[in-house]
């Protein structure tokens, strides 16, 4: 893995790297993960020579074209989309687009004055279309897609038989992002991560990989699970509350942190199982992986892109935003500033930012 030396914040490239030592014990049981850290390990001393630090509010660091960043194409740029949009595009069940604007607006109305990033690939649609929406109010840099697949234990077995090569590559991953444990205390807003839940093993598995990096880099963890928000969509008909008995990464979280925002089991089915998708996905085996940069080009791939570009364009329609203002005109959050003041640059009042080069 190759990484750009552009300023890394309050960090060494040496304590970046060296910052991939698990600390859950039962990384110890692998003696080949353990050899991966070790041979880092020698290195330190090297490392801890080298000043490369950076002012305060500088950009962790950023990958270069050869870096493992899953590539995902750029719907507010139709000039580089070009031809691609010509065929037919992935369809959707009656009603689809009714049950997504209501989904969207519960889903921005209960991520609060944050910064948003839609999990995986599973809230494709919901990102699409909330970015058409918000694309000419001060949201318009707030959302982001961060593609992260690691359901379940076996995914952790993954990671453990990848050994160092996958946690850097997932560090670099999330400081691309902006999401090293450094970057997350120092936000001006909270981070709120969005995806379908069945179990909640995703963001479990995401939370103790972020709780372990955090300690070997003496974060403070603290500070750092302040600053997490999680919006779980899930299915309606299932007790609210099932799949949380058994979700232990709750318990490291106040109550106000997780919330639930819950859909029809179709529309939930559509989106977690059926829909075809603008990506492969990102699971552990995959993100040190240069084939994830590659543009992708499947039939199926392609008919998905043009069904998000589909939603992004709905969205931009003036009559979409002002559906979006009058829908989160009736949630609760809309006795907080942030949100009438959104509702109001949806109605087309209120001051705006300038469109964003990319989302």
Known sequence: MSLVSRPMSHMSWGWFLLSAWPGDEAWLEDSDTMASFSALAELKP????????????????????????????????????????????????????????????????????????????????????????????????????????????????????????????????????????????????PVTFVDLVCSGSTFGNFLSLLRNWTREQREDWTGIRRQLRFVCVVERGRASSEWKEDADWLRELSTKSVRCVTVSPRFWRYLGNAQKKTMPSFSPRRWGSPDVSRPPRSDAELAALRLGHHLFELGRKRSHRRDLARRLGQQHAMRERWLRALVSQLRGRGRTQPRPNSV
């Open 46 to 189: 090297a490392f801890q020579s080298l000043d490369m630090k950076a002012p305060r509010n500088s950009p962790v660091c950023t990958m270069n074209p050869g870096a493992a960043i899953p590539f995902r194409w750029n719907l507010t740029r139709r000039s580089e989309l070009g031809g691609l949009l010509a065929g037919p595009r992935a369809t959707a069940y009656p009603g689809f687009h009714a049950e997504l604007a209501g989904c969207s607006a519960r889903v921005l109305a209960t991520a609060g004055d944050a910064d948003l990033y839609f999990v995986g690939r599973s809230p494709e649609s919901i990102f699409d279309y909330l970015t058409g929406l918000v694309l000419e109010t001060s949201w318009a840099r707030r959302l982001n897609l961060l593609p992260f697949s690691c359901y379940g234990s076996y995914a952790l077995r993954a990671v453990r038989e990848e050994g160092a090569t996958a946690l850097l590559a997932l560090h670099a991953y999330l400081a691309h992002h902006a999401l090293t444990p450094r970057q997350v205390l120092q936000r001006a807003r």
